[in-house]
Nanobody
Framework: HVQLVESGGGSVKTGGSLALSCVAA????????MGWFRQAPGKEREGVAA???????SIADSVLGRFTISQDNAKNTLYLQMNSLTPEDTGMYYC?????????????????WGQGTQVTVS
């Protein structure tokens, strides 16, 4: 069982920044992909950014140039730096991990999920 714990969410004004963190505890397998997803009320879960098996970074067009994903393997921690936030970025943000051979930025590719952290931009 993999435990993912997100932190860093909150409420900010338009144009502000937030930094999310996700600590992966009890990681007993080699994660092929790790990613950040978000879900606004009434909308489907959207893949925001992911670090793929070969280290490639995949970023959604809607956040390109504003969000940066990174990881610290020594700390088993995944980060998401979010700048120039807009109300459209509001939602619950989830960290996810995948041990599937093929994984990208689709939610169906991921088999372990955190509980989420709320981001509200006004």
């Amino acid at each position: 069982h993999v435990q993912l714990v997100e932190s860093g969410g909150g409420s900010v004004k338009t144009g502000g920044s937030l930094a999310l963190s996700c600590v992966a505890a009890k990681l007993t397998y080699s994660s092929n992909c790790m990613g950040w997803f978000r879900q606004a009320p009434g909308k489907e879960r959207e893949g925001v950014a992911a670090i793929l098996r070969d280290g490639e970074v995949s970023i959604a067009d809607s956040v390109l140039g504003r969000f940066t994903i990174s990881q610290d393997n020594a700390k088993n921690t995944l980060y998401l730096q979010m700048n120039s936030l807009t109300p459209e970025d509001t939602g619950m943000y989830y960290c996810a991990s995948s041990n599937k051979f093929f994984c990208g930025r689709a939610a169906r590719d991921y088999n372990y999920w955190g509980q989420g952290t709320q981001v509200t931009v006004s």
